[in-house]
DNA sequence: GTGCGATTCAAACGAACGTTTGAACTTATC
DNA sequence: GATAAGTTCAAACGTTCGTTTGAATCGCAC
């Protein structure tokens, strides 16, 4: 087995790929385009993967399972050091968002591309993705809701699900479209400036989550 | 010329293809899936609307623009009754995102399905569109903008611009996947309720708006 | 009821898609 | 250098896609 020319080959197509979905869309991008990218035969693919659905899920997990392990080691950490007391709000979020921000500045981990393919996928209507995706990140999310509700004791829970709903629906959309930012602002906001990115988002959605509950309650 | 069935052929083409866009995204959505849904023949697509591109734009365009200009006179009305005085960041943010989330309450205005549609919109990557989408709702962000910034006198502008994107990016996801939601809190959020999450999401998005800007200023 | 434009229809077009095949090539083992 | 397993390759498979065509059908004016 020549483990050398199997991982480059293997290597090619999932650069390739995880770049055209993010471009293109997961069906839209066809094996012809990644292969021709990518620089090897079409048939690599099926050798390697066994069909385009297979293909999809490995450029996923290849990121996506170091990207939740770094969050839930640093949740981990975060809960260490807390100790009894309650959570720091703004911490919970930053490692919620930062890893997944500080994609973009780590080519080793896929860079902005990865980024906004994490990104988009949260919106994506196919059946197969959402189940993989609920599928990672489902643990997570449950994770860090109970690390959500430790450090906002008093939020009704209701109220606590509706606003992590915002946190990830924020987190998302400056992932999926970093430069539609820059463009609305006339070039006075920097995407690209990741730890400005992660610190105003903290700002905004640290102090929603601690918002006063509205008066409106019981449905 | 047959007014009556020229607009039923048409609007049963218009009906089938907003749901099925919502559905499997504009790329997977065939014209023979559209068609067979909606009853007609295959080429009446074509006869109509000309072609699939085409078709995709008088969807948008028939739920995207009453939408918009709905939009535009509550803003209207809300900077009449304020005078001189500054906005309600509140009322701002209501006039916002209230009648995106009311689609999904009025029928006539497409329901759930146009709700789905636009949220998963903001997230796609196809360059159609994108322009399409900027073109449309690039005004009426552009009207917005002003209104917080009225609203909110003392926000430097790149902060500002930031806390617009989060906003939208909150109200995307709620829009786009109402039903994770219910899945996450284990039946307790009931995406349906609309002026529940109307609420919430005023609440939770006017407080971030208004947080203290973070001491890492000047990048 | 004849003529005519508007609309519908079944059928086919070429192109692109994911997938499969079987032969050619490479590499390690003896 | 022969054997065998691992890997690459060009070519073709059947299907589905958006689009086009030309005849059939409809509704109304004259």
Redesign the interface.
């Known amino acids: 087995m020549n483990r050398i020319s199997e991982s480059d080959t293997k290597t090619l197509i999932l650069d390739a790929a995880e770049q055209a979905f993010?471009?293109?869309?997961f069906?839209?991008a066809s094996l012809r385009h990644i292969i021709s990218v990518a620089g090897v035969n079409l048939a690599a693919v099926h050798y390697h993967f066994g069909s385009k659905e297979a293909l999809i899920e490995a450029v996923f997990s290849r990121r996506l399972t170091p990207l939740n392990k770094e969050r839930l080691k640093l949740l981990d950490q975060l809960e260490a050091e807390a100790g009894k007391s309650p959570l720091n709000v703004e911490k919970v979020i930053g490692v919620l968002i930062g890893p997944a921000l500080r994609l973009a500045r780590d080519p080793g981990k896929g860079g902005p591309v990865v980024m906004r393919l994490f990104?988009?996928t949260?919106?994506?209507?196919?059946e197969q993705l959402q189940k993989l995706m609920h599928g990672q990140f489902g643990d997570v999310?449950r994770r860090f809701?109970a690390a959500f509700r430790c450090a906002l004791p008093g939020l009704p829970?209701?109220?606590l699900?509706?606003?992590?709903?915002?946190?990830?629906?924020?987190?998302?959309?400056?992932m999926?479209?970093p430069t539609?930012?820059k463009t609305?602002?006339g070039g006075?906001?920097?995407p690209n400036?990741t730890?400005?990115?992660i610190?105003?988002?903290?700002?905004?959605?640290?102090?929603?989550?601690?918002?006063?509950?509205?008066k409106?309650r019981k449905?």
Chains 1, 2 share one sequence.
């Open positions: 993010a471009d293109l869309g069906d839209s990104g988009r949260i919106a994506e209507p196919s999310i809701t829970e209701d109220v699900y509706w606003r992590i709903q915002f946190v990830i629906g924020a987190m998302a959309h400056i999926c479209d539609g930012l609305m602002s006075l906001c920097d400036d730890e400005k990115a610190s105003e988002m903290v700002t905004f959605l640290a102090t929603g989550m601690r918002a006063e509950v509205s409106r449905k």
